[in-house]
């Protein structure tokens, strides 16, 4: 049975940095795409950034980009999210999500509708 298995949270004061990594495991093969969410108390998940396991493409939601960048090593089956310039609007659990079905339109890829496979999240605190 696969999984994805989040890593890399934590607590950081505002302006620094964190990278996340998602890991897939007992998949025979690479996910079609990767996307990261998001949810902080009392707000509901929300899409932050996504790529496309094969070509590389990606796609950031308007309040992270020029500050989080996604990256992917196939060889690895492993997702990043390169979290720069932190604010305390970032604290939240992020969770990574994988879609082992039909392939998503891009405008889909930010929304959790099609995706499949859900790790379990990892905390990210960023204090002022």
């Known amino acids: 049975q696969g999984r994805l298995v989040e890593s890399g949270g934590g607590s950081v004061q505002a302006g620094g940095s964190l990278r996340l990594s998602c890991e897939a495991s007992?998949?025979?093969?690479?996910?079609?795409?990767v996307g990261w969410f998001r949810q902080a108390p009392g707000k509901e998940r929300e899409g932050v950034a996504a790529?496309?396991?094969?070509?590389?493409?990606?796609y950031y939601a308007d309040f992270v980009k020029g500050r989080f960048t996604i990256s992917r090593d196939n060889m690895k089956s492993t997702t990043y999210l390169q979290m720069n310039s932190l604010t305390p609007e970032d604290t939240a659990m992020y969770f990574c999500?994988?879609?082992?079905?039909?392939?998503?339109?891009?405008?889909?890829?930010?929304?959790?509708?099609?995706?499949?496979?859900w790790g379990q999240g990892t905390q990210v605190t960023v204090s002022s």
């Open positions: 790529i496309y396991t094969s070509g590389g493409a990606t």
């Open positions: 999500a994988a879609d082992y079905g039909r392939i998503m339109q891009p405008e889909m890829i930010l929304k959790e509708n099609d995706y499949n496979y």
């Open positions: 007992g998949f025979t093969y690479n996910s079609n795409a």
